[in-house]
Nanobody
Framework: QVQLVESGGGNVQAGDSSRLSCAAS????????MGWFRQAPGKEREFVASINWTGGRTYYLDSVKGRFTISIDNTKKTVYLLMSNLKPEDTDDYYC???????????????????WGQGAQVTVSS
């Protein structure tokens, strides 16, 4: 069994940076894609970024390109989301997810992933 645990986030000011981490524990993952999604109350979960297990392929939501960076440390089985120049509209609960036995990063839907973390809150004040 694999578990994903997010950490980081919290309350920040507009223009600040913040980093989210998602650590995988349990059995070893082989080829996989990890993604970050975000969700505001009453809204659907929105894709933010994805990365393949080698770190060689990434994909981003247009509105976060140039501000967010997804990266992976396979030795620590951890994926990161570095968020820079944060805006109030980035305020959401952020979730990491994994799709095993896959390497293409164009996984943009919730249903594309089979395992999810518990979420981490990010609140950006203006």
């Amino acid at each position: 069994q694999v578990q994903l645990v997010e950490s980081g986030g919290g309350n920040v000011q507009a223009g600040d940076s913040s980093r989210l981490s998602c650590a995988a524990s349990g059995r070893t993952l082989s080829t996989y894609v990890m993604g970050w999604f975000r969700q505001a109350p009453g809204k659907e979960r929105e894709f933010v970024a994805s990365i393949n297990w080698t770190g060689g392929r990434t994909y981003y939501l247009d509105s976060v390109k140039g501000r967010f960076t997804i990266s992976i440390d396979n030795t620590k089985k951890t994926v990161y989301l570095l968020m820079s120049n944060l805006k109030p509209e980035d305020t959401d609960d952020y979730y990491c997810a994994v799709r095993e036995d896959y390497s293409l990063v164009l996984l943009l839907r919730e249903d594309d992933y089979h395992l999810w973390g518990q979420g981490a809150q990010v609140t950006v004040s203006s």
